[in-house]
C-alpha cells in the first residue's frame, strides 16, 4: 500500500522561499531524510519522487499547478496509483497558528485556503492535513501579500524546527495512524 504526502505551494523561483511554499520545503526535506529512490520528476502535473518513509512507500508530490489548482495534481497522482484520500497526507502552510506550530487534522473544510479548496472539489475532504504555521499579518486584508512574502531572516530557526517536526508528524502517521499523531502533535505549547 502506498502513500500519497503533497507539499503545497506555487512553482517558480519567485516563490520559492515563501510561506506559502512551506509545504514544498517539507517535502524537500522529506524526500532527502526519506531515503529518496528516485529524484523529483515532472509526472502528475507536478514534481513527484518515490521514498521510503518509516518503512512505508510514498509518493512526495509537489503540484507545479499552482496553488488554486492543487487538486488537478493530487488526483491525476492518486488515480494513479490507487490511493485513497485516507491515505494522502497534504502538508500546507496556515494562517491561523503561528509560525513555529504545527497542527495534524484530519478532514474538514478549506479555511480560506485555495489550495486545500481545489483538493476538496476533486477528492473530497477525507484527507489527511499537516498545518504549517506561519502567522498573521499585522495589517488584516494583507493576507494575500504576507502568505507570498519571504521568510524574515530571524524566523528561519523556527522555520527549521517547524520542517524537522512535519517529518516526524509525518512519520507518526505513518507509523501510528493519524488520530495518535493528532494526540502527540496538536498539544498546546
Same mark, same amino acid.
Given at each position: %500500500?502506498?502513500?500519497?504526502? =503533497?507539499?503545497?505551494?506555487?512553482? !517558480?523561483?519567485?516563490? *520559492? &522561499? ?8 517539507? =517535502? ?11 529524484? #523529483? ?9 518515490? *521514498? ?13 499547478? #499552482? %496553488? ?11 488515480? #494513479? ?6 491515505? +494522502? /497526507? =497534504? ?14 487534522? +484530519? ?7 485555495? !489550495?486545500?479548496?481545489?483538493? +476538496? ?5 477525507? #484527507? ?5 504555521? +506561519? !502567522?498573521?499579518?499585522? /495589517?488584516?486584508?494583507? @493576507?494575500?501579500?504576507? =502568505? ?6 530571524? @524566523? ?9 517536526? *512535519?517529518?516526524?508528524? &509525518?512519520?507518526? /502517521? ?8 493528532? %494526540? @502527540? ?5
Amino acid at each position: %500500500m502506498m502513500w500519497l504526502i =503533497v507539499g503545497l505551494g506555487n512553482p !517558480g523561483e519567485e516563490y *520559492a &522561499s515563501t510561506r506559502h511554499n512551506a509545504g514544498f520545503m517539507v =517535502v524537500d526535506a522529506l524526500q532527502k531524510h526519506g531515503a529518496g529512490q528516485t529524484s #523529483f520528476e515532472n509526472r502528475f502535473h507536478g514534481f513527484c519522487s518515490k *521514498a521510503l518513509l518509516a518503512k512505508q512507500d510514498v509518493l512526495l508530490l509537489k503540484p507545479q499547478t #499552482f %496553488m488554486n489548482r492543487s487538486g488537478v495534481s493530487v488526483q491525476a497522482a492518486a488515480a #494513479f496509483y490507487k490511493i485513497s484520500p485516507e491515505q +494522502i /497526507i =497534504v502538508i500546507h502552510d496556515e494562517l491561523d497558528l503561528p509560525l513555529g506550530q504545527l497542527r495534524v487534522k +484530519i478532514g474538514g473544510g478549506a479555511g480560506g485556503h485555495n !489550495g486545500l479548496k481545489d483538493i +476538496i472539489r476533486c477528492l473530497g475532504n477525507n #484527507f489527511i492535513r499537516i498545518r504549517i504555521g +506561519i !502567522g498573521k499579518p499585522v /495589517i488584516k486584508g494583507t @493576507e494575500a501579500d504576507y =502568505v507570498l512574502s519571504r521568510y524574515r531572516k530571524e @524566523e528561519l530557526a523556527l522555520l527549521d524546527e517547524q520542517i524537522q517536526s *512535519a517529518i516526524k508528524a &509525518s512519520e507518526a /502517521i505513518l507509523n501510528k495512524g493519524a488520530e495518535a499523531a493528532q %494526540m @502527540e502533535f496538536n498539544r498546546a505549547k
